[in-house]
């Protein structure tokens, strides 16, 4: 597997029902089409998927946290 494929590091929480969404995240990375990437969704004013995965980096030295500072462009 190239290193654009290899498995990335994801952590978080997703309500169950969610499940398919942190699945959905997971193969982003897998399929090399993520580097880092974070995803948070609200439903009713409850949080049900807070997700962050892959690295900060190109050459893949620093893992995104939980805390990782991004700019957004669109949301």
Known sequence: MSAEGAAAPIDGTVDPAFAAVRDAFAANFEAGLELGA??????????????????LDAARTRPWQRDSLVCVFSC
């Open 38 to 55: 974070c995803l948070a969704v609200s439903v009713g004013g409850r949080n049900v998927v807070d997700l962050w995965g892959g690295h």
